[in-house]
């Protein structure tokens, strides 16, 4: 059986301010009205004899993979938790581990989970192809066949044909400069490393054994350890941690002498950057792609992304990105969008928020946006799903005023428990143990005016919480 893993581990940084390590591009409506997580989980379900996905993720992000699942609708094969980061050799290994406990036979297909692909039944094909390798005992890559020289891209040299559409790996390369991709494309025999494979997932286990050996040790405990956790996997942190850090390419796929190659077209793309986004997207008759309410004259070969809470007007530019949120704005030429990582850098040095956070921020009970703050004070306006409830808990160093705005919420302060309803409000004092939920089949919205020495995030004290949180 095919066991499709989707690796969504990733932060996409380049895509700022879009893009921030609690909503990365994996989870946005890029193109099209679904995720790219979607599209993936979707693009998986549709290939032949395809099981439910299992998905690795980042504890963080768990919350988010449940539900953007759940809304497409695709069975879940597993959410593994990674407790730390350490790259995608490890990552997959766990999943080779999970697959391989219920199918000792599986054939896995990894996945990145923020990948575009155009042409899905020359995606299919593909697939079938590498599956006819992987039976033979292939660990194959995806190829894609360049259509210019990129530099973003590591490249696979394909030797020998091996039959089925595939060719065994003559080498991998690493990202070339301008004049060596342009060989790479006119030589014919380069292809982009997809970073998407097929193998069999006790083959990709053996080749462990034989090539990273603490790895394959270090994530055989790291499962065993696991626990279930509503529908997340808990993987054992103290044994994932000491696994070393290393990428597939570098951990298996140059070292085995078993390593394929299945070239393909189908309109793949990582969404890397700005201008990769823009050169997908459909444009108008001057190249540009307008999103949101956009008012322009003169401009050419632009993207202009607005937010929902203003209009952007140009005049007269050429090549530019524009992409504005409640927070924070970009304006960038088209060749200079892969620095943007740049200003992620320089927004951690400074110890500011804006490459972590959206204004808006979602919870599994909902969402918070932070429509207004001062020194002493912030307001903020929360949405609680139906049948939600926040946690338990109190602070050290902030009182809260709650005004229900629509929707009926029930409230715990200290010993009285009560119902809130719409045009009513509350005080909780600095100390009391409070809790909101949503009983009702409506979401419960509510205006929170928070005073005190303190307002961050990290003055929360749960003793009590459905969600699993600390």
């Not at 953007?68 to 938790?81: F, R, Y």
């Not at 050429?318 to 949120?325: A, C, F, P, Q, S």
């Amino acid at each position: 059986m095919l066991h499709p893993v989707i690796l969504s581990g990733g932060s996409g940084s380049r895509l700022w301010p879009l893009s921030r390590q609690n909503m990365p591009k994996q989870f946005l409506s890029l193109v099209g009205d679904l995720s790219l997580f979607q599209e993936t989980v979707r693009r998986a379900a549709a290939l032949p004899q395809a099981q439910s996905p299992v998905t690795v993720c980042s504890e963080d992000h768990r919350f988010m993979v449940g539900e953007q699942l759940q809304a497409t609708g695709v069975g879940n094969g597993g959410i593994l938790l990674e407790p730390v980061a350490r790259n995608t050799a490890p990552a997959i290994a766990l999943a080779a581990w999970h697959v391989a406990a219920q199918d000792p036979d599986a054939t896995m297909l990894v996945l990145p989970a923020d990948h575009l692909i155009e042409d899905e039944a020359a995606f299919r094909e593909a697939v079938v192809r590498a599956i006819a390798l992987a039976e033979q005992g292939w660990l194959v890559a995806f190829g894609i066949r360049p259509d210019y020289a990129e530099t973003g891209y590591g490249y696979i040299l394909r030797g020998e044909a091996l039959g089925d559409g595939g060719y065994r790996i003559e080498r991998f390369v690493e990202k070339p400069d301008l004049e060596t991709a342009e060989r790479y494309v006119a030589d014919g025999a380069y292809a982009w490393n997809s970073g998407m494979f097929l193998f069999k997932a006790q083959r990709y286990l053996d080749e462990l054994s034989r090539h990273a050996q603490p790895m394959l040790e270090a994530t055989r405990a790291a499962y065993a350890a696991a626990e279930s956790d509503l529908d997340f996997i808990r993987i054992g942190k103290e044994a994932f941690a000491a696994s070393p850090s290393d990428s597939i390419d570098y951990a298996v796929m140059e070292k085995t002498d078993r390593a394929a190659v299945v070239p393909v077209s189908c309109g793949w793309s990582d969404i890397g950057s700005w201008s990769s986004l823009w050169s997908v997207a459909e444009r108008d008759e001057d190249g540009n792609r307008y999103e949101g309410d956009v008012i322009s004259v003169d401009t050419r070969d632009s993207l202009v992304r607005a937010s929902d809470r203003r209009m952007i007007a140009t005049i007269g530019v050429e090549d530019l990105v524009i992409v504005d949120t409640a927070d924070a704005t970009l304006i960038a030429r088209k060749d200079r969008v892969q620095d943007v990582k740049t200003i992620v850098d320089k927004l951690k040095a400074a110890g500011r928020q804006e490459h972590l956070f959206h204004r808006k921020v979602y919870r599994p009970w909902g969402s918070y946006d932070s429509i207004d703050m001062g020194e002493r004070f912030q307001v903020k306006r929360i949405v609680v799903k139906p049948g939600a409830a926040l946690s338990l808990q109190k602070h050290a160093h902030r009182a809260e005023h709650w005004i229900v705005v629509s929707g009926t919420a029930e409230v715990t302060c200290d010993d009285k428990v009560f119902d809130l309803h719409e045009n009513q409000s509350t005080y909780i004092p600095l100390g009391s143990v409070h809790r909101l939920r949503n009983r009702g089949a409506e979401p419960v919205e509510l205006i929170e005016v928070q005073s005190g020495s303190y307002l961050g995030e990290d003055d929360i004290v749960r003793l009590e919480d459905v969600y699993g949180r600390d």
